[in-house]
Nanobody
Framework: QVQLVESGGGLEQAGGSLRLSCVAS????????MRWYRQAPGKQRELVAAITSGGTTTYADSVKGRFTISRDNAKNTVSLQMNSLKPEDTAVYYCNADLNTVVLGRRNYWGQGTQVTVSS
């Protein structure tokens, strides 16, 4: 079964740091783009950061200079290093990826989400 599993969320004070990780498991040929989204209570899910298979990155304006997305293609993982956290970064963070799988071909997958809470 192909799935994305996140880890690393938690409670942090403003100005602190957290690192999120996501691993893709199952029979996977390759992984195209990988992304992190977040959804705060009462708000729409928004794209936080994305990274292509070649390593090109994009960020939401709200996290530029504070968050860094990276990936390890050998381990099928994507990470999000979050520094200088702000209370407005509080949200459930979701991993998302375009996976090329044996059974279903190319599909988009979501992780289950991990809670990040930043206290002021």
């Amino acid at each position: 079964q192909v799935q994305l599993v996140e880890s690393g969320g938690g409670l942090e004070q403003a100005g602190g740091s957290l690192r999120l990780s996501c691993v893709a498991s199952g029979i996977i040929f390759s992984i195209d783009a990988m992304r992190w989204y977040r959804q705060a209570p009462g708000k729409q899910r928004e794209l936080v950061a994305a990274i292509t298979s070649g390593g090109t990155t994009t960020y939401a304006d709200s996290v530029k200079g504070r968050f860094t997305i990276s990936r390890d293609n050998a381990k099928n993982t994507v990470s999000l290093q979050m520094n200088s956290l702000k209370p407005e970064d509080t949200a459930v963070y979701y991993c998302n990826a375009d996976l090329n799988t044996v059974v279903l071909g190319r599909r988009n997958y979501w992780g289950q989400g991990t809670q990040v809470t930043v206290s002021s």
